[in-house]
């Protein structure tokens, strides 16, 4: 087994540089096409999230590369601009790094729930890709499972938390005269924002591209419009929040600027944004990325939980490691 690791994340990269490298799956389909064409590459997973861009390699024995300088290379980016941000792991450290990260304990929220499920769809799309061999395949099967014992063994957090509980822990903490929220996107991360703000007493009303279309899961107590409508009822919010996986803008300066009537709060889920930063130049109008929301830190009882994983994780390194010693030796 020879995987290495290569990426960059929100502790050493901003939203700006994060966003360069914020791949919709149509694009990794791309990258994969270009990586299936590299000899010395036997697997590859891309994982692209929010807080990080991660890519990991198996390669062929011998052979010792940085995933994150090859992605630079295959995607035009300039590496030497970017390497000084670039995190490397390889094997024994690149397991323990994937088990950290599926279970929480690497995300800007500590303990959040979401990324184990990124981390399985990462690999599920890989291997649609047909960019996974069967090393990489135990390597993500064995983390993911390490993953969920420790979220079972050492309670990281009181409940799943994620990005939306933060959206309505700001807004409760800092006091802000919200009642009326448009939330743009009904994808998973958009209906978990509306379910959850509604459950806290907000009046929620989703948008939704195929609403004419039906077939729609909407959240109870929510309302619906079109999202092309968005700008026409807007004025009858106090706040916007936006969660979709679009490479453009859902909401521009130049649009909120003729509205008499705008909503005071912005709140971005996505990378790369949603919301044009620049609305905040606007008197009065607050915009938050999710940087800004998720305002990270580890406290002490993070950090002996952080500790108390090493035990669950020198397990099923150790059964990965037998599983390797059997494969070499059937294949002899």
């Known amino acids: 087994?020879?995987?290495?690791?290569?990426?960059?994340?929100?502790?050493?990269?901003?939203?700006?540089e994060r966003e360069k490298f914020s791949f919709t799956n149509s694009k990794k389909a791309e990258i994969y096409d270009k990586l299936s064409n590299i000899d010395y590459i036997k697997g590859a997973v891309i994982l692209s999230t929010c807080n990080r861009m991660e890519v990991y390699f198996s390669l062929e024995d011998g052979i010792r590369k940085n995933?994150?300088?090859?992605?630079?290379?295959?995607?035009?980016?300039?590496?030497?601009?970017?390497?000084?941000?670039?995190?490397?792991y390889e094997n024994e450290n690149a397991f323990e790094h994937l088990c950290m990260l599926s279970c929480g304990a690497l995300s800007q929220i500590f303990g959040e729930?979401?990324?184990?499920?990124?981390?399985?769809?990462?690999?599920?799309?890989?291997?649609?890709c047909d960019m996974t061999d069967s090393f990489i395949e135990v390597f993500f099967r064995s983390a993911v499972a390490c993953a969920k014992?420790?979220?079972?063994?050492?309670?990281?957090?009181?409940?799943?938390?994620?990005?939306?509980?933060k959206v309505i822990e700001k807004i409760i903490n800092e006091n802000m005269p919200i009642k009326n929220v448009l939330v743009i996107g009904n994808g998973e991360m958009g209906r978990r924002v509306a379910?959850?703000?509604?459950?806290?007493?907000?009046?929620?009303?989703?948008?939704?591209?195929?609403?004419?279309?039906?077939?729609?899961?909407?959240?109870?107590?929510?309302?619906?419009?079109?999202?092309?409508?968005?700008?026409?009822a807007i004025s009858n919010f106090d706040a916007v929040v936006s969660a979709t996986l679009s490479p453009h803008f859902t909401i521009t300066k130049e649009c909120i600027e003729k509205i008499e009537k705008k909503p005071e709060y912005y709140f971005d889920l996505a990378i790369p944004r949603d919301i044009e930063s620049s609305i905040k130049d606007i008197k009065g109008l607050n915009v938050y990325n999710v940087d800004e929301i998720s305002d990270y830190k580890?406290?002490?009882?993070?950090?002996?939980?952080?500790?108390?994983?090493?035990?669950?994780?020198?397990?099923?390194?150790?059964?990965?490691?037998?599983?390797?010693?059997?494969k070499k030796a059937i294949t002899v």
């Open 1 to 16: 087994m020879n995987i290495f690791v290569g990426g960059i994340d929100y502790l050493g990269s901003d939203i700006e």
């Open 67 to 88: 995933p994150f300088e090859v992605i630079c290379s295959l995607i035009g980016a300039d590496y030497e601009i970017h390497k000084d941000h670039c995190k490397q």
């Open 113 to 128: 729930d979401q990324i184990i499920t990124q981390v399985k769809t990462s690999i599920e799309f890989a291997r649609e």
């Open 149 to 165: 014992k420790i979220r079972t063994e050492i309670n990281l957090s009181q409940r799943d938390i994620s990005i939306s509980d």
């Open 195 to 232: 379910t959850d703000l509604r459950k806290k007493g907000f009046f929620v009303t989703m948008t939704a591209r195929q609403y004419r279309h039906g077939g729609l899961v909407i959240p109870k107590g929510v309302e619906v419009i079109n999202y092309e409508d968005r700008y026409k």
């Open 298 to 326: 580890n406290s002490d009882r993070h950090l002996e939980q952080i500790l108390a994983m090493k035990k669950y994780i020198d397990k099923y390194r150790g059964d990965l490691e037998k599983w390797e010693s059997y």
